[in-house]
């Protein structure tokens, strides 16, 4: 089927790593696959996903057009 040496060593189990621990085992032409990010941990997967509010910029914003609460409290 494929033609002999032209294609790369296929690993059917090769480990895939993140952060030092085997995540899961799939086939690739690698035998390791270092990742920073899994299914495992990413937040979309799981549900963790936050709003960071870094140097106020929700505040910022609601000032600038006018929809902050300190117009009711004043």
């Known amino acids: 089927m494929a033609k002999a040496g032209i294609h790369p060593t296929w690993y059917p189990e090769a480990k895939v790593i993140c952060n030092g621990e085997v995540v899961a085992v799939v086939g690739s032409t690698k035998p390791e696959l270092h990742v920073d990010v899994w299914s ?23 000032r600038k057009y006018g929809m902050s609460d300190d117009r009711a409290n004043g």
């Open 40 to 62: 495992g941990n990413h937040p979309f997967y799981t549900g963790t996903q936050k709003l960071i509010d870094t140097e106020g910029r929700v505040e910022r914003f609601l």
